[in-house]
């Protein structure tokens, strides 16, 4: 997930379209936005710590 982040990132940067990412990358629109406003507030593309939830046993 972490190479989709990096691509959907570049091809921000290159100034492709929404639409055209989603298709090239294969993630939703959602996941383009927020990778989107990540970058814009300047915050790390990397997930947080303890995102990833809790394994029941």
């Not at 090239?24 to 947080?48: C, H, P, Q």
């Amino acid at each position: 997930m972490e190479a989709k982040r990096q691509r959907v990132s570049d091809l921000h940067r290159a100034q492709v379209s929404v639409g055209e990412i989603d298709e090239i990358v294969g993630v939703s629109k959602t996941m383009v936005y927020g990778t989107k406003n990540k970058l814009e507030a300047g915050d790390s593309l990397e997930r947080k710590p303890g995102s990833g939830g809790h394994n029941k046993s």
